[in-house]
Structure formats: structure tokens, C-alpha cells
């Protein structure tokens, strides 16, 4: 079975950091991009970031220049550094893993992101 497990989620200030990380197997990680999600209360679950085995990311404008996805291929873990965090980015987060840059079959749990005074 595959297992993509999320970690990282908090409460944080407007303004400030987190990094989510993303942990799965070593055949799941090397031959799929690996995406970050996040599903606001109420609203449609949206792309945020994506990174492919040879490292080229692609960011949703909402977040770029504030996010940072990357992958740590020694520990078949993705992150996504988030600075700046806003209100707006409130939402559960979650890991994707698929064979193109299209939305892929594998889903961790989520971890929930406030961002809140």
C-alpha cells in the first residue's frame, strides 16, 4: 500500500514560516513528481507546487516567491518551505505523487496550516 505521511502543520502569525514535509517509499518517490495541495473550509482542493525527479518545480501564482518545494532523494522526502504565510493560506495541505505533472492517484493525509493572530 502506498503511504505518503505529512508533517510540519501548526498555527503560526501572519508573516511567519513553516516547512511540511512528505515522507514515502523510495519506488513512489524516484518515479513520480511530487506535489503540495491545500483545501481552504468550504472552497475546491487547489494545486500549490510541484517538483519532478530532476528538480524543476512549478509554483500556483499565489504562492510564488513565498513557497519553496524541493526533495531530499537520500530520504525520499518533499518539503514545502513557507514563508510569509497569510490568512489566506489557512488550509489542510496535502502530499500528491503521480507520473506527470498532472494531479497524481496518491494522497497522504494532510496536515493543517493556520495562519492566524
Known amino acids: 500500500q502506498v503511504q505518503l505521511v505529512e508533517s510540519g502543520g501548526g498555527l503560526v502569525q501572519p508573516g511567519g514560516s513553516l516547512r511540511l514535509s512528505c515522507a514515502t517509499s523510495?519506488?513512489?518517490?524516484?518515479?513520480?513528481?511530487m506535489g503540495w495541495y491545500r483545501q481552504a473550509p468550504g472552497k475546491q482542493r487547489e494545486w500549490v507546487a510541484s517538483i519532478n525527479s530532476d528538480g524543476s518545480q512549478r509554483y500556483a501564482d499565489s504562492v510564488k516567491g513565498r513557497f519553496t518545494i524541493s526533495r531530499d532523494n537520500a530520504k525520499n522526502t518533499v518539503y514545502l518551505q513557507m514563508n510569509s504565510l497569510k490568512p489566506e493560506d489557512t488550509a489542510v495541505y496535502y502530499c500528491?505523487?503521480?507520473?506527470?505533472?498532472?494531479?497524481?492517484?496518491?494522497w497522504g493525509q494532510g496536515t493543517q496550516v493556520t495562519v492566524s493572530s
Open positions: 523510495g519506488s513512489i518517490f524516484s518515479a513520480n513528481v
Open positions: 500528491n505523487a503521480g507520473p506527470n505533472w498532472s494531479t497524481g492517484i496518491y
